[in-house]
């Protein structure tokens, strides 16, 4: 059977973005998931018809997870809201917030067909993957505090973890890229700052705004999260590739 006829005969993934903290950040997504999937597919990749199918919903009462602790009963309200939309819709979706992917285990427990993709679950594989043993960890001040309402708490397991010395700053930082977009001329020379006081090499940018302002000068290895979910989630597209594939 040629190749062509053979790939139009295998069926692939819907794949399903959940927004809104920030909106940004889903686009952010979405163009990562459409870069990957060309790369994934090499001399093969004939453009259009190749693209993966995707399904986005924009829920803007997620931006409330800014404070997680304060505002968990709207969140959550909003978070099913939007699932109710998304899942029935797709068979592997991401959350496009590092910090609302605290809710992993919650949405495990509403026993949806649609598989979620948790930036936890791929960043431990990476970290399983690579070996590497200490690690930067630079987010909102929920995710990087390591407490009760952070989704990367688990990571502590596996790996040694700097937290920056100022994250009050950090999270200014963060919600400037919210309300200024990512084009405004004084956020990356303060991500540059927090960035370069830090003492790990290998610095995970845990937060889907950072890697909108990351085109900065540094001998530091930065790791875009955002960046290993989308590969994770083209990898349940690409028939025959499997979870397996996604971290390559």
């Not at 001399?43 to 803007?60: C, T």
């Not at 109710?84 to 592997?92: H, N, T, W």
Request: proline share 5%.
């Amino acid at each position: 059977m040629p190749t062509e006829e053979r790939r139009n005969q295998q069926p692939r993934a819907t794949l399903g973005i959940i927004t809104g903290s920030g909106p940004e950040a889903g686009l952010d997504l979405w163009a990562k998931i459409l870069r990957s999937n060309q790369v994934a597919m090499g001399a093969g990749f004939r453009g259009d018809l190749d693209a993966p199918r995707v399904v986005v919903v924009s829920e803007p009462e997620l931006g409330l997870s800014m404070d997680l602790a304060a505002h968990d009963a709207a969140v959550w309200a909003a978070m099913q809201r939007a699932l109710a939309v998304l899942a029935p819709q797709v068979d592997a979706y991401a959350i496009a917030c590092n910090t609302l992917n605290w809710y992993a285990p919650r949405i495990a427990a509403l026993g949806l067909g649609a598989e979620l993709v948790s930036f936890q679950s791929v960043i431990e594989r990476w970290i399983a993957r690579t070996g590497v043993r200490r690690v930067a960890l630079l987010g909102a001040t929920p995710v990087t505090a390591l407490g009760e309402w952070s989704a990367y708490r688990g990571l502590l397991d596996h790996v040694e973890i700097e937290r920056p010395a100022d994250p009050v700053a950090l999270h200014r930082l963060i919600e400037d890229v919210k309300r200024l977009g990512s084009d405004d001329i004084t956020l990356r020379p303060r991500l540059s700052a927090l960035v370069e006081s830090l003492q790990a090499d290998v610095v995970l940018l845990a937060c889907t705004e950072l890697p909108l302002i990351a085109d900065i000068l540094t001998e530091k290895t930065l790791v875009d999260v955002t960046d290993l979910v989308a590969a994770a989630l083209v990898a349940r597209a690409l028939p025959g590739q499997g979870a397996e594939a996604d971290l390559g």
